[in-house]
């Protein structure tokens, strides 16, 4: 049975006119493949690698470099929250943020809480600086964060 959907197949094949050969699909692949699943399994890793004519260790090996993408044993939550660490944000309380989340929602960075309501994760600079202590929370970015802030960001879930 296949581990990829057809409507995933036919979003990864859509892909190919827009670079200049299979193997450069393979993020833009990971990508379609990470959102709709969470994870990226060994069984999609396969089936990844058939579409782009690769072998499946070849896309093992991008998927693992960016450590951005989940395998089947350590799924995302339903939402990703990264919290910011780098030089301004640490500055003005970014790492203490992410402790307080981590501690709050007993998660360490980069885990999942246990309802999978959503996965902590600590981010380099998100280009936001000026509202430093910044978080992304899914593609948005939120600035001047408190931990009390956060948290209703995040309850509000
Ligand atoms: S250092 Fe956090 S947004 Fe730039």
Known sequence: MSVLTEELRERIKAEFPKYPSKRAVTLPAL???????????TGAIEEIAELLELHPSEVHDTMSFYNFFKDEKHPLGRHRVWVCRSISCMLRGGEELLEKLAEKYGVHPGQTTADGKFTLEFAECLGACEGAPCILLNDECHMDMTDQSASELINRL
């Open 31 to 41: 990508h379609i493949v990470h959102d709709a699943m969470r994870a990226v399994s």
